[in-house]
């Protein structure tokens, strides 16, 4: 169990800092356990069919998947058009149909305008803003659009609380959330 616990900590570190990543980690991440192996060949199925189908609940599994088979597509589109001058494409779960693609865009643009420069692109939530919230370095915070993605409202109020300044961005970004189908963690949250 210790093993498929790194392995998920090594996922997360591939989404979430894929620079600091390993060949060793790269290797590990490739090979399960023959526990999981066998999970995955007999009781995940049955835990699929309830979970999804009986329960209605997605747990985001792949998310990855769409990220890296839709998302090079919808980058070189948003990138050729000079009235975009920020992005992000994240993903969120869908109950019982796996994930969607949440893309925020930085423009002065309605969302239609957007879906325009888009044709054809199966992008579930699009959400303009005048502005995206950036590191030091000018790098979208997809860390803090992630929240927003999952409406994870108590996650995304802390980090403005211990981040002052991320608040004037952010903010309208999570007042203006699209996705509602996701757990929430409290009865505050909206």
């Not at 409406?151 to 991320?166: F, G, K, S």
């Amino acid at each position: 169990m210790a093993y498929e616990d790194f392995r998920h900590l090594l996922k997360q570190k591939a989404s979430f800092a894929p620079q600091l990543m390993t060949p060793t980690a790269r290797r590990i991440l490739k090979r399960r356990s023959l526990p999981s192996r066998i999970w995955l060949a007999t009781g995940k199925k049955v835990y699929n069919f309830f979970t999804r189908r009986l329960l209605n609940w997605s747990d985001g599994e792949g998310t990855r998947d769409r990220i890296d088979t839709e998302g090079p597509m919808i980058r070189a589109a948003l990138e050729q058009d000079p009235r975009v001058t920020g992005y992000a494409i994240l993903t969120y779960s869908l109950p019982s149909k796996g994930v969607g693609l949440y893309v925020f865009v930085e423009t002065a643009l309605g969302e239609g305008d957007i879906r325009a420069i888009l044709p054809g692109h199966a992008i579930e939530l699009l959400q303009t803003a005048p502005a995206l919230p950036r590191r030091e370095d000018g790098t979208v915070r997809e860390d803090a659009l992630m929240l927003v993605a999952l409406n994870q409202v108590t996650a995304a109020e802390e980090l403005m609380r211990n981040e002052p300044e991320t608040a004037p961005v952010l903010r309208p970004i999570l007042n203006g959330r699209l996705n509602f189908t996701d757990r929430r963690l409290t009865h505050t949250e909206g």
